[in-house]
C-alpha cells in the first residue's frame, strides 16, 4: 500500500467523520441541558438543501454555510417553542421534526435535484503540509477545522466555563437550577439553538463538500447516528469526538474491503460500523460510575415552573 | 477518657434574646393554597444575633412561612420589613441579596456536579474554581463542617450534602440564616459542632432561624420560640424557661404520650436474622467497602446501628436488602435460610422487609400513587394483590388505605401520589406498609428521619410492638436519641467496620457518640483533637 493511497483513506475517513461530528457535538450541547431533540436528521436535511440552495443561487459558498446555520436554527427553534414554551413531549416532537424536515427539504430541494455544485477550496497550512502523511491533516477543508475547534471549544465551555456549568445544572436537576434563580427555558433554549446550528453545518457539510450536490434525503441517517455518538460517547465530547472518527473509518474501511473482495458477504460488511458502534458502547457502558457521573439525569423531562 | 464536653459551648442556661432592633419583621402573612389557610396571619419578629426556633408539627405551616421569608412563594397578604424598611421578597436571589440564607430540609443540590462547582452555582461572584476551594476548606475547617470540595454530591452521604448546604450557605454571608431540621442526620458531636457554628454565627450579629422537632436541642441553644398549629402563631415563649414536654403540649395541643417498652426482650429467642462475616467491596470509588460484618438480631428484639453518615450505612443496608448480592450465600441468613445470593423479593418472601434511608426515589416512586407504591413492595408476599399476574386495584387500594389510617397518614385526596405528600407523612407511609405485613424480620434505614414528635413516637411505638410480637428488627440510625428509646442491643459502624453489639442499658449518649466519631482508631479528619481542645 502506498503512501498516497494510505492518505487518500485517512482524507476520506475524517470527511465521513465531519458531518457526524458537527451533528453530535450539537446535539450534545442540548442533551446536556436536559433536552432531548430527535430532530437532528430533519435539521441537517434543512441545512444541507438551504446551504446547497444559497450557495448556487449567489455563487457563494460561505454564504451558503450561514445559509445552512440559520436554516438549522430556524428548525431548532420551532422545536424550542414546541416543547420548551407549549410543553410538548419531547421524543414525538423530534420525531415530528425530523419528518417535516425531510419533507420539506425535498419540496425545496426539488429544483435544485442534478445541478452540480461549487465545492469548498481546501485550506493549506504552509510547512505543516508538506509533513508526510500527517500533513495531510493541515490540508483540510474549512469546515472540518471549524469542526474540531466547535468540539474543543464545547468541552473548555462545558468544564471550565460559568455558562457550562450553569448548563450542565440545568440538565442535572431543573428544579434546583430554578430554585437558585437560574432562567431554565432559557438556558435550555439557548442550548436547541446551538444544537441546531451545528445540525444545519453538518448538512452544508454533506451538500458543498462531501457531495457538492443536493440529492434528495442525503443525510441517509447520519443523524440517527449523531444521535446514538452522543449516547456513545457519554455525552462527554472528547469521545463523542473519538466516536465519530471510529463509526467513519469503519464504514470507510469497510467499502474497502468490499472493493478488495475479502470473502466476508458485503452485506455484513455494511452492517459493521453500526456493529462496532454497538460492541464499543456495551464496552464503555460498563463503567457504570462514569456513565451516571455523565448522563442529565432531566434528559427528556419538561419542566414548568410552579406558582 | 477525658473527652466528653460539657454541653455546646457557650450554650449554657443564661441565654439573653438580644434587646436591638429587628432584623426581620413579618407582619400579618396569610397564604392561602386555594381554600386551604396555610398561613393565617403570622407575626414574626427576628432580632440580629438571635436563635430563633419556629416549632409546629408536620403541616403546621412552617415549610410554607420559610418559603415566604425566602421567596419561593408569595404571600396571599401581609408585608415583610427587613431593617425597618417594607420590601418584598419576589425571588430566593433577591432573598440572598438581602442577606437571608437558607439550608433546605431536601437538599437542593445538584447530584452529578461537584461540590465546588454546586457552590459556585449558588454565589454570584465569579471566583476561579481553585480560590473557591480554597475558601470552601477554610469555611469547613473553621466552622468543623468537614468536607472535600471536589467530590461528587451523588457520592455523598445525607449529613455530608447537609454539610454542602450549609457551607454554600455561609459562603454567601447571611445576616440571617433559615435552616430546615439541621440536626436531624447529625451525631451529637456533629451537632454540638453545628451550635459552636451557630453561636460563632450570633456572635458576630447573624441571626438565624431554626426549626427543629428536638425540643431540648431547642430549650438548650434558641434565645427565643414561635409555635405554630394549623398555620396560626399559637404561643411565643422563652424556650429555656419552659419544660420540654410543655413546648410539646402547645406544638401537638394535646400530650404527647411516651413509649412503653416494659416487657424486656425474651432470653434464648431463636436468632431470625444473622449476619456472617459480610464484606463487599465499594460498588464505586466514593463509597465505603464493608470489612467482615458480623451480627445477629432475634426474635423479639431491636437491634440499633448507629454511626455517623457515610461509614457503610447504605452499603450495608443494600447488602441485607438483596439490592447487591453477597459472594457467600451463608454472610445473610434470614430465618436459618442462606439467601446472600437471593434478590430482593425472594428476600422478602422469606418474611423478611425493608424501608430504605431514602424515601423519595428509592423507598417509593413519587410519581405513583400510593395504592401503586403499596404494591410495588407487597406483591409477591401473600397479600392477594395480583390474580393470576393481573393487578388488584381495589386490594391495593385498601391496602393503602389501612396503612394510612393506622400511621395517621395525612393526605389531600383518597389515593394521591406519594410525591404529593410531606416528608414526614411519606414517611409513615413507607415504614407503615412494611410493619403492617407483620414481616419476621424488618430491616430499616433513618425510621423518623424529618418526622415530627407525635409521628415519631407513633413509629417507634410500631416498631417496639412488632418486635415483642416476635419480629428481628434492625434499626440503622443517626439518630441518638431513638437508638437509646428503641433498641435493646446497639453497635456502631465506622468506615465498614462493626463494632462488636452492647446492650444498650447503662450506656450514655457520649458513650455511643465516641465510638461513632470513632475515637480508638486512627482519624484523617483530625476530630479527636478537635474534641480534646
Given at each position: ?15 465521513a ?17 436536559g ?10 436535511a ?147 439553538l ?5 445540525s ?72 459493521l ?35 | ?21 429587628p ?18 396571619t ?44 417594607p ?23 445538584f ?18 474554581r481553585?480560590?473557591l ?54 451525631t451529637?458531636q ?88 459480610l ?56 430465618d ?19 424501608v ?30 395480583l390474580?393470576g ?34 416528608g ?49 428488627i ?60
Amino acid at each position: 500500500m502506498t503512501a498516497l493511497m494510505l492518505e487518500g483513506i485517512l482524507l476520506t475517513i475524517i470527511t465521513a467523520a465531519t458531518p457526524l461530528l458537527f451533528a453530535s457535538i450539537g446535539e450534545l450541547v442540548t442533551e446536556r441541558s436536559g433536552v432531548l431533540n430527535l430532530g437532528v436528521e430533519g435539521m441537517m436535511a434543512m441545512g444541507a438543501v438551504i446551504g446547497f440552495a444559497v450557495a448556487h443561487t449567489t455563487g457563494n459558498v460561505a454564504l451558503g454555510v450561514v445559509g445552512a446555520i440559520l436554516a438549522g436554527m430556524a428548525m431548532a427553534a420551532l422545536f424550542g417553542v414546541v416543547t420548551l414554551i407549549f410543553v410538548a413531549n419531547q421524543v414525538a416532537s423530534g420525531l415530528a421534526l425530523t419528518l417535516f424536515g425531510l419533507g420539506l427539504s425535498g419540496l425545496i430541494g426539488d429544483a435544485f435535484v442534478g445541478v452540480p455544485g461549487a465545492g469548498l477550496a481546501r485550506v493549506s497550512i504552509p510547512v505543516l503540509s508538506d509533513l508526510p502523511v500527517i500533513g495531510l491533516l493541515f490540508r483540510l477543508d474549512p469546515l472540518t477545522y471549524l469542526a474540531i475547534a466547535i468540539t474543543i471549544g464545547v468541552s473548555w465551555f462545558l468544564f471550565r466555563m460559568r455558562g457550562g456549568l450553569i448548563l450542565r445544572a440545568v440538565g442535572d436537576s431543573h428544579t434546583s437550577a430554578h430554585a437558585l434563580g437560574y432562567s431554565v427555558i432559557r438556558v435550555r433554549f439557548m442550548a436547541v439553538l446551538f444544537g441546531g446550528a451545528c445540525s444545519g453545518l453538518a448538512g452544508a457539510y454533506l451538500s458543498l463538500v462531501y457531495t457538492p450536490q443536493w440529492t434528495q434525503a442525503m443525510t441517509a441517517g447520519r443523524g440517527w447516528i449523531a444521535l446514538a455518538l452522543v449516547v456513545f460517547g457519554t455525552w462527554l465530547p472528547r469521545r463523542v469526538l473519538v466516536g465519530a472518527l471510529l463509526f467513519g473509518g469503519v464504514s470507510i474501511l469497510q467499502l474497502h474491503a468490499q472493493a478488495l473482495g475479502v470473502g466476508v458477504p458485503s452485506q455484513f460488511l455494511s452492517a459493521l460500523p453500526y456493529l462496532t458502534t454497538i460492541v464499543v458502547l456495551v464496552i464503555i457502558s460498563r463503567n457504570r460510575a462514569l456513565v451516571r457521573a455523565n448522563t442529565p439525569a432531566a434528559l427528556g423531562q419538561s419542566f414548568v415552573p410552579d406558582r | 477518657m477525658e473527652l466528653i464536653r460539657s454541653g455546646a459551648g457557650s450554650a449554657g442556661p443564661g441565654r439573653q434574646r438580644p434587646d436591638s432592633a429587628p432584623l426581620l419583621r413579618a407582619i400579618g402573612i396569610t397564604k392561602m393554597f386555594g381554600s386551604f389557610t396555610a398561613n393565617d396571619t403570622i407575626d414574626l419578629t427576628i432580632r440580629p444575633g438571635e436563635i430563633h426556633a419556629l416549632l409546629g408539627e408536620n403541616g403546621a405551616g412552617k415549610s410554607t412561612l420559610v418559603k415566604i421569608l425566602y421567596g419561593s412563594l408569595q404571600p396571599t397578604d401581609g408585608s415583610i420589613e427587613w431593617k425597618g424598611r417594607p420590601v418584598g421578597i419576589s425571588s430566593p436571589s433577591a432573598a440572598r441579596k438581602l442577606g437571608i440564607g437558607m439550608v433546605f430540609q431536601h437538599f437542593s443540590l445538584f447530584e452529578a456536579l461537584t461540590v465546588v462547582e454546586n457552590i459556585a452555582l449558588a454565589l454570584s461572584d465569579r471566583k476561579s474554581r481553585s480560590a473557591l476551594s480554597r475558601e470552601i476548606e477554610t469555611i469547613s475547617a473553621e466552622y468543623g463542617l468537614p468536607l472535600n470540595p471536589n467530590s461528587v454530591i451523588a457520592d455523598l452521604s445525607v449529613g455530608e450534602r447537609q454539610r454542602v448546604e450549609i457551607v454554600r450557605c455561609l459562603l454567601q454571608n447571611p445576616e440571617l440564616i433559615i435552616m430546615d431540621e439541621p440536626t436531624s442526620v447529625l451525631t451529637p458531636q456533629e451537632a454540638d459542632d453545628l451550635f459552636l457554628t451557630l453561636d460563632k454565627l450570633t456572635a458576630r450579629g447573624c441571626a438565624v432561624l431554626y426549626i427543629s422537632h428536638r425540643l431540648e436541642e431547642v430549650k438548650r441553644i434558641c434565645h427565643h420560640a414561635t409555635i405554630l398549629r394549623h398555620g396560626k402563631v399559637v404561643a411565643e415563649c422563652d424556650p429555656q424557661k419552659e419544660t420540654a414536654a410543655r413546648l410539646a403540649t402547645m406544638m401537638v395541643g394535646a400530650e404527647v404520650r411516651s413509649l412503653t417498652a416494659d416487657i424486656p426482650p425474651p432470653q434464648n429467642a431463636r436468632t431470625r436474622l444473622a449476619v456472617q462475616d459480610l464484606s463487599l467491596p465499594k460498588p464505586h470509588p466514593f463509597a465505603v467497602a464493608l470489612h467482615a460484618i458480623s451480627f445477629e438480631v432475634k426474635a423479639g428484639e431491636v437491634m440499633a446501628i448507629a454511626g455517623i453518615a457515610g461509614n457503610g450505612q447504605g452499603e450495608l443496608f443494600d447488602a441485607l436488602s438483596g439490592e447487591r448480592l453477597s459472594d457467600g450465600a451463608a454472610t445473610v441468613v434470614i430465618d436459618g435460610k442462606a439467601c446472600g445470593g437471593l434478590g430482593v423479593t425472594a428476600r422478602r418472601k422469606l418474611g423478611a422487609a425493608f424501608v430504605p434511608e431514602e424515601r423519595m426515589g428509592h423507598g417509593a416512586v413519587p410519581r405513583m400513587k400510593l395504592s401503586d407504591n403499596a404494591l410495588l413492595t407487597r406483591h409477591a408476599t401473600g397479600d392477594h394483590l395480583l390474580r393470576g399476574g393481573v393487578i388488584n386495584p381495589e386490594a391495593s387500594r385498601q391496602l393503602a388505605e389501612r396503612i394510612s389510617r393506622s400511621f395517621d397518614v395525612r393526605k389531600g385526596a383518597p389515593d394521591p401520589e406519594a410525591g404529593s405528600l410531606s416528608g414526614g407523612n411519606l414517611q409513615k407511609f413507607v415504614v407503615g406498609r412494611e410493619i403492617d405485613r407483620q414481616p419476621g424480620v424488618l430491616v430499616v434505614s433513618q425510621p423518623t428521619w424529618g418526622v415530627d414528635a407525635g409521628a415519631a413516637a407513633i413509629i417507634r411505638q410500631a416498631l417496639i410492638d412488632l418486635a415483642r410480637s416476635g419480629s428481628a428488627i434492625l434499626v440503622i440510625s443517626q439518630d441518638l436519641d431513638e437508638v437509646l428509646e428503641i433498641a435493646d442491643h446497639v453497635a456502631v459502624i465506622s468506615k465498614g467496620h462493626l463494632s462488636p453489639s452492647r446492650p444498650t442499658s447503662g450506656l450514655t449518649r457520649e458513650e455511643i457518640g465516641l465510638l461513632m466519631g470513632g475515637v480508638g482508631e486512627p482519624t484523617m479528619t483530625g476530630r479527636g483533637a478537635v474534641h480534646a481542645g
